[in-house]
């Protein structure tokens, strides 16, 4: 789609929109914060306007973020999992981030065992090809997947080195939270 048809009947200029986009995906800025940057700049636009322009155009500026940063996806892989409950019910939200921080995939199923984490890897696999490590938490669902379906793939198992998965969960604890 053309630029000038994507930004067609907008108030503000498609460079002061790509601007708020870039600013709130770019770094970890809330709508408000956003705001009080265009503000500063003299352009005065409601964080409504900016969630609304963030969900019209965000996914296209997040895909070019992302592949300006790395290119191609790391070669370290972080695995985690947490639980998280769907309508009263528990299921386990898998996921795969690479050494960046960026995420590579999101599972969501109702088991933790190997069958599960055989699905993730082979969805990660198919996407982004082997690692070259895999860095999981202790739970034995990953080797014995790994096993099976990447077995020249180094995979490093230790309490504190998958810290970078671990994190990669806390926004999804913090909207659970809220909840």
Request: aromatic fraction near 8%.
């Amino acid at each position: 789609m053309p630029r000038t048809e994507l930004y067609r009947r907008h108030r503000f200029p498609p460079d002061v929109i790509a601007s708020a986009v870039w600013l709130y995906f770019r770094f970890p800025l809330s709508l408000r914060m956003v705001e009080d940057l265009l503000a500063v700049r003299g352009i005065i636009v409601s964080h409504q306007t900016v969630r609304a322009w963030a969900e019209k155009f965000g996914r296209e500026f997040a895909r070019e973020i992302r592949e300006r940063s790395t290119g191609r996806m790391g070669e370290k892989w972080h695995l985690d999992e947490v639980v998280v409950k769907i309508r009263g019910q528990k299921h386990w939200l898998w996921r795969a981030v690479d050494q960046e921080g960026f995420v590579l995939d999101v599972l969501v199923q109702s088991r933790r065992d190997k069958k599960a984490a055989k699905r993730l890897l082979r969805k990660l696999l198919k996407k982004h090809g082997l690692p070259r490590v895999m860095i999981t938490d202790k739970l034995r669902s990953y080797s014995a997947a790994k096993k099976e379906i990447a077995p020249g793939v180094e995979h490093r198992s230790h309490k504190s080195l998958n810290n970078r998965g671990e994190n990669s969960h806390q926004p999804v604890r913090r909207r659970e939270r809220i909840m």
